[in-house]
């Protein structure tokens, strides 16, 4: 019998693609969705603030007290955390994203290990199958070029480097063949795709479009200064799922400055404004109580997303993150000032969602991705969460919605 292993996923869509690749190279161990029956667990760890090199240590503190599963470490935390956690004898191996492929191998060593890889690595695998998932992650590059100041992962990632084509259209060519209709693509810094093999995002997109099977593409965050024209020509393709994640962290140009950010909020609000009136539901990171976030910087900030067409927020409050230049910045802001903040904001962003939700009179294009105690749930074109009530089936399928009632955190639908 086939000794069971159990994957545990933290942080962004580019660790979920990561696992399922680690999934689809395990040939020796079976699977387990059940962390109880594991021999092993691996985790996939993000690193992306103190505060997640904590979760994931409390993680490693929950399975060394339940259980006596040998834990395998990897994800980007193998880089900042695993050596020391495997001199603590917390875990019994490390090894870096380039070798997930490797699996097996790993797995089966019964000396504890250490094996970061390289940060030059690009991925070869085809993943064919997403278990347990009905939309599909396809990472599409590696890395970033930004230094943002507060942010450790271009060293724990690497440079931005793409995928190769062939072998993106050839997963998706598969997957769609396996009844996936719906892509993400992900990474790094997905709008830098295409940016050292002389191609491009908009141009990969077009292609995916062609391929038979294909429904809807959706896209991981991107930056402000990478929607170019190019890909403002496809803004209106049926294809394009009509909600963009566009990453600003902040809005107040003297804060984007602090943070060593690219963008300029007087040409993102031109940018919004533009997807807006296309009928785009608009996303964002946030990240409150950076070091320099004085009151007045706030209220800035506050008024200006007030002006902007947002509607989904992914926000954070500032975490130190030993290793970058923000966690050596002052002033430093009281933590409890920067989740008042965070709630504030997230505020405002949930209220401009339903006035968004209120004011559209379409139609509802929704993949079912769930099904709870008889409610089916899963997101339209504009990544809005719909529970529908059903005597039928509809797991996994795509559903058309005429009529609805927009509640507060989601839409709500009877067929």
Same mark, same amino acid.
């Given at each position: 019998?086939?000794?069971?292993?159990?994957?545990?996923?933290?942080?962004?869509?580019?660790?979920?693609?990561?696992?399922?690749?680690?999934?689809?190279?395990?040939?020796?161990?079976?699977?387990?969705?059940?962390?109880?029956?594991?021999?092993?667990?691996?985790?996939?760890?993000?690193?992306?603030?103190?505060?997640?090199?904590?979760?994931?240590?409390?993680?490693?503190?929950?399975? /060394?007290?339940?259980?006596?599963?040998?834990?395998?470490?990897?994800?980007?935390?193998?880089?900042?955390?695993?050596?020391?956690?495997?001199?603590?004898?917390?875990?019994?191996?490390?090894?870096?994203?380039? /070798?997930?492929?490797?699996?097996?191998?790993?797995?089966?060593?019964?000396?504890?290990?250490?094996?970061?890889?390289?940060?030059? $690595?690009?991925?070869?695998?085809?993943?064919?199958?997403?278990?347990?998932?009905?939309?599909?992650?396809?990472?599409?590059?590696?890395?970033?070029?930004?230094?943002?100041?507060?942010?450790?992962?271009?060293?724990?990632?690497?440079?931005?480097?793409?995928?190769?084509?062939?072998?993106?259209?050839?997963?998706?060519?598969?997957?769609?063949?396996?009844?996936?209709?719906?892509?993400?693509?992900?990474?790094?810094?997905?709008?830098?795709?295409?940016?050292?093999?002389?191609?491009? %995002?908009?141009? %990969?997109?077009?292609?995916?479009?062609?391929?038979?099977?294909?429904?809807?593409?959706?896209?991981?965050?991107?930056?402000?200064?990478?929607?170019? *024209?190019?890909?403002?020509?496809?803004?209106?393709?049926?294809?394009? /799922?009509?909600?963009? $994640?566009?990453?600003?962290?902040?809005?107040?140009?003297?804060?984007?400055?602090?943070?060593?950010?690219?963008?300029?909020?007087? #040409?993102?609000?031109?940018?919004?404004?533009?997807?807006?009136?296309?009928?785009?539901?608009?996303?964002?990171?946030?990240?409150?109580?950076?070091?320099?976030?004085?009151?007045?910087?706030?209220?800035?900030?506050?008024?200006?997303? #007030?002006?902007?067409?947002?509607?989904?927020? $992914?926000?954070?409050?500032?975490?130190?993150?030993?290793?970058?230049?923000?966690?050596?910045?002052?002033?430093?802001?009281?933590?409890?000032?920067?989740?008042?903040?965070?709630?504030?904001?997230?505020?405002?962003?949930?209220?401009?969602?339903?006035?968004?939700?209120?004011?559209?009179?379409?139609?509802?294009?929704?993949?079912?991705?769930?099904?709870?105690?008889?409610?089916?749930?899963?997101?339209?074109? $504009?990544?809005?969460?719909?529970?529908?009530?059903? *005597?039928?089936?509809?797991?996994?399928?795509?559903?058309?919605?005429?009529?609805?009632?927009?509640?507060? *955190?989601?839409?709500?639908?009877? %067929?």
């Amino acid at each position: 019998m086939k000794k069971k292993v159990y994957f545990k996923t933290f942080g962004c869509r580019t660790n979920l693609y990561d696992s399922q690749v680690m999934m689809s190279s395990m040939k020796d161990y079976e699977i387990t969705e059940d962390e109880s029956l594991a021999d092993a667990i691996v985790i996939n760890s993000c690193t992306v603030t103190n505060g997640a090199d904590t979760h994931v240590r409390s993680y490693i503190s929950h399975i /060394e007290k339940s259980r006596g599963a040998k834990i395998f470490l990897t994800g980007c935390g193998a880089h900042t955390k695993g050596e020391k956690l495997l001199n603590e004898n917390r875990v019994h191996g490390v090894f870096g994203q380039s /070798e997930k492929e490797n699996i097996d191998s790993f797995l089966a060593q019964d000396k504890p290990f250490y094996n970061p890889g390289d940060l030059n $690595h690009i991925d070869k695998s085809v993943v064919d199958d997403f278990i347990g998932k009905s939309r599909a992650f396809i990472k599409i590059q590696e890395g970033c070029n930004f230094r943002c100041s507060y942010c450790i992962i271009p060293f724990v990632r690497g440079d931005a480097r793409s995928m190769d084509e062939t072998r993106i259209l050839e997963q998706i060519s598969r997957l769609a063949l396996n009844g996936f209709g719906e892509f993400i693509l992900t990474g790094t810094n997905v709008g830098s795709y295409g940016q050292d093999t002389k191609t491009s %995002l908009a141009k %990969l997109m077009k292609k995916i479009s062609q391929i038979r099977g294909v429904r809807r593409i959706r896209l991981g965050s991107v930056e402000p200064i990478q929607i170019t *024209d190019e890909f403002k020509e496809i803004l209106d393709e049926p294809w394009l /799922e009509r909600h963009l $994640h566009i990453a600003l962290q902040h809005t107040s140009p003297k804060m984007l400055k602090l943070m060593n950010r690219r963008n300029v909020y007087k #040409q993102d609000k031109e940018l919004f404004e533009l997807l807006a009136n296309k009928g785009f539901a608009i996303g964002t990171d946030f990240i409150t109580g950076h070091p320099g976030e004085t009151e007045e910087l706030w209220l800035e900030a506050m008024r200006n997303a #007030q002006d902007l067409p947002l509607t989904h927020l $992914h926000s954070f409050s500032y975490s130190k993150r030993d290793g970058t230049p923000s966690a050596n910045m002052t002033p430093e802001v009281n933590g409890k000032i920067a989740k008042d903040r965070l709630h504030e904001i997230d505020s405002l962003i949930k209220r401009k969602n339903f006035e968004f939700r209120n004011a559209f009179n379409g139609e509802l294009e929704v993949l079912i991705e769930s099904e709870k105690d008889g409610l089916y749930h899963g997101y339209d074109q $504009h990544f809005n969460k719909i529970v529908i009530e059903s *005597d039928e089936d509809l797991s996994g399928n795509w559903i058309n919605i005429h009529n609805f009632e927009v509640r507060e *955190d989601y839409n709500y639908a009877k %067929l």
